[in-house]
């Protein structure tokens, strides 16, 4: 084979060994965007679910908070009453007291 045939050769195999690379290149950079867009749809999903497991979990805990909060104002509010109630029983035994404290008293001085 004559020289320049051979030279010849050698650059359509060089060019074809570029023209290779520079495909491989492309696909690795395609490969690499898909990659990355398929990773940031992950994390938005991620913290789509994140998001909305904490509002679960605040509905809940608010949930929580409001029932404990009924039974206490309702204990509270059953407190009154039985504090009330004994109030006003012993009422008529305390203003009895008061007049025969006061009228020891008017005794006493005279």
Known sequence: MPRPDVLEQ???VEQEADEI???A???REERI???RE???EIRQTAE???RELREQRLGEARG???TEREEILEAGAEEREELVERAEFREEEVIAHVVDEFKEAVHAQT
């Open 25 to 27: 290149e492309d696909e």
């Open 21 to 23: 690379v520079a495909l």
């Open 33 to 35: 965007a898909e990659a």
């Open 10 to 12: 050698i650059k359509d």
């Open 64 to 66: 929580g908070i409001e």
């Open 38 to 40: 398929e990773a940031e």
């Open 48 to 50: 789509a679910e994140a």
